[in-house]
């Protein structure tokens, strides 16, 4: 069974058995935005209303 964690992204609720969901993430990894569009459903990234 993989070891699911969240993933790396700062803003990215996904769960993931790789340091990043997705390569959106990845490519992302040192920016601090405020909101995630890796585009995975359940991700809870966008915190706007
Ligand atoms: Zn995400
Ligand atoms: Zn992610
Ligand atoms: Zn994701």
Redesign the pocket.
């Known amino acids: 069974m993989a070891d699911q964690k969240k993933?790396a992204h700062a803003a990215?609720t996904?769960m993931t058995d790789k340091k990043y969901?997705?390569k959106f993430?990845e490519d992302r990894k040192d920016t601090a935005e405020i909101a995630c569009e890796?585009g995975?459903p359940g991700?809870k990234g966008d915190i706007a209303s």
Do not use: L
Request: charged content about 0%; some cysteine.
């Open positions: 993933c990215c996904c969901c997705s993430c890796c995975h991700c």
